[in-house]
């Protein structure tokens, strides 16, 4: 085989080697492509297989993320997994069964919640009604002093109409801005805003709170501060309208150191006052002791009333003529007066006494002409004693008193007359002719001198009680029948004035009886026939002649009301009248 042969051969050897590592080669690959794809089947499987209950758990997830709550996740195998996919599924079991009993539980909270706003809104309703119930001013201010809230009690109080008025305004402003005097009060020296900055409470009753008309009342309060978290956020205003209160007690006070009759000091201030007074800065120090004269007098013809008008009267005197802001003016008793002068020498005493005097002289109640004792003596000396002083004084208004009693006396007495008189002309003629014919009367019967003239003083007083009727009574000619009790009345009164002097004891009892009657039938007694004094008798029968004639009867001439009222004599003899005295009286007239 040549070279050439062995070139063919060898190159037909080796295209057939090439031919076969290609083929070597492709079956190598599909061998490879064929292992990769089992592999990664395989891979796939065991991946698969592996990695589901991920899958799974990552699925249940989303869906219960999604709001699926009903899905749960398969447990496969009791690995890491599976342990993990178990708890997974717990908890949504967990969440599905908080989630399905939700509603229950919301319904439940719901109705807990609006049972608790519902309490919280009564209490909130009852503390309200509690408020307003309350007689007490309430109201709350924050730590600045504005009103957070307030009650109806405190808006009537302060004089508004609605809570609004008051609420969120500065209430030291408002309502309490002033003094009692009227002077600004600063809201730096509020008593109030002061205890909300210090925390503590606070009680006052010496201050006012003004209204929203610009009045003014006295004022109780209570200031408590509002503790929250520890922390002051206010404070709670409680006050009362002591106002009646405060009257109350300045009328007792009042009461304790005055008259309640005069309005003067009493006897407790003025035994306080001497020892206060009783200092050398007051030297020289005058005491006047005054009593007023005619006030027994007074109360038994006038009555207490006119008594009381006369002790007002002397009080109203003794004050005016004093100095008013340094003199003490003191009722000590009923009728007695104590006055104490501070800085006052005898003299000015003397002048000041001389001052009274005067006033009294041109004074009068009812028809009493006032009048008083008075004495003074005077202290000069700190080594006195005041109470000799005092003694000294009454002594001195003893002896004025007695020097002049019989004048004071008299005087009253001659009061009443000519006020009687002056304020009824009717009765003055009356009494005057009266007079005249009882005794006309008494010459009749031949008394003595001494007992006509008495019988004439009888005749002019015989009506001297008539002083205590009403004047309109004394006008009137015809009275009804509770007039007519009231004018009986006279009698009586002219009793008890004539009592009361020394001068006119011996008339009292004539006058008293010189109403009643013959037959019984007259007043005050009823006496019958002889029991009446017989100058009672002689007056009775003068008075009703007097009246029959000068009665408003339509009788023409003089002539006329003579026959008139000597034919009342004569229809009244045995009845009225004592029988002799009325013959007596009528031929003593006819034979004029």
Not at 206 to 223: C, H, I, K, L, Q
Not at 234 to 252: L, N
Not at 286 to 292: E, G, K, N, R
Not at 336 to 361: G, N, Q, Y
């Amino acid at each position: 085989m040549g070279g050439l042969d062995w070139v063919i051969i060898t190159g037909i050897s080796e295209e057939l080697l090439l031919s076969d590592v290609v083929d070597n080669f492709y079956f190598a690959l599909l061998l490879a492509i064929i292992a990769l794809f089992l592999s990664f089947a395989i891979y796939y499987v065991i991946a698969r297989k592996l990695m589901r209950p991920m899958y799974h758990l990552l699925h249940v997830s989303e869906a219960i993320s999604s709001g699926d709550l009903t899905s749960r996740v398969p447990i496969v195998r009791n690995d890491e997994i599976g342990r993990i996919s178990t708890s997974f599924n717990m908890v949504a079991d967990k969440v599905q069964y908080i989630i399905d009993n939700l509603e229950a539980t919301v319904e439940q909270r719901t109705k807990e919640l609006s049972k608790t706003a519902e309490t919280l809104k009564e209490n909130k309703e009852q503390l309200r009604l509690i408020l307003d119930s309350a007689g007490e001013g309430i109201y709350g201010n924050d730590t600045e002093g504005f009103c957070t809230f307030c009650n109806i009690s405190c808006v009537k109080m302060l004089g508004y109409e609605k809570e609004e008025d008051l609420l969120g305004k500065h209430m030291h402003e408002l309502i309490h801005h002033s003094r009692r005097d009227g002077t600004h009060y600063p809201a730096k020296e509020c008593k109030i805003l002061d205890a909300i900055k210090e925390g503590k409470g606070l009680h006052a009753d010496d201050e006012v709170f003004w209204r929203a008309d610009g009045t003014s009342f006295d004022v109780e309060y209570r200031s408590n501060p509002q503790i929250r978290n520890g922390e002051i956020v206010g404070s709670v205003i409680i006050f009362y309208d002591i106002t009646e209160r405060r009257e109350k007690e300045a009328r007792i006070n009042y009461l304790s150191y005055h008259d309640t009759l005069t309005g003067l000091y009493n006897r407790q201030y003025y035994e306080e006052s001497r020892n206060k007074m009783d200092q050398e800065d007051n030297l020289p120090l005058s005491v006047i002791f005054a009593d007023i004269n005619g006030l027994k007098m007074t109360n038994d013809i006038f009555g207490h009333e006119a008594g009381d008008a006369l002790i007002k009267k002397s009080a109203e005197i003794l004050l005016h003529s004093c100095r008013q802001n340094e003199d003490i003016v003191a009722r000590v008793g009923g009728d007695e007066f104590m006055i104490l002068l501070p800085k006052t020498d005898h003299e000015e005493a003397k002048k000041i006494m001389a001052r009274i005097r005067s006033c009294f002289a041109k004074a009068k109640v009812a028809a009493i002409k006032c009048s008083i004792s008075i004495g003074a003596e005077t202290k000069t000396r700190i080594d006195q004693s005041l109470d000799e002083i005092i003694v000294n004084a009454e002594n001195a208004m003893y002896k004025d008193k007695s020097s002049k009693w019989k004048a004071v006396h008299q005087d009253i007495f001659d009061t009443i007359i000519d006020t009687l008189h002056s304020e009824s002309p009717r009765e003055k003629s009356h009494s005057e002719v009266v007079s005249q014919l009882c005794g006309a009367m008494g010459a009749v019967l031949n008394m003595t001198d001494t007992e006509v003239s008495q019988l004439k003083r009888v005749g002019y007083l015989h009506d001297i009680g008539k002083i205590a009727l009403n004047r309109k009574l004394l006008s009137k000619d015809i009275l009804n029948e509770e007039e007519k009790v009231l004018a009986q009345q006279h009698v009586i009164i002219g009793y008890r004035i004539l009592n009361l002097f020394d001068n006119t004891l011996d008339l009292a009892e004539y006058v008293y009886y010189h109403h009643e009657n013959w037959d019984g039938t007259g007043y005050p007694k009823g006496l019958i026939g002889d029991e009446i004094p017989q100058i009672s008798r002689i007056i009775s029968i003068a008075e009703t002649y007097e009246r029959a004639c000068s009665s408003e009867a339509a009788f023409k001439t003089e002539k006329e009301s003579i026959e008139r009222a000597l034919q009342v004599i004569k229809q009244g003899a045995g009845k009225k009248f004592d029988p002799r005295m009325a013959q007596l009286f009528l031929e003593m007239m006819e034979g004029k």
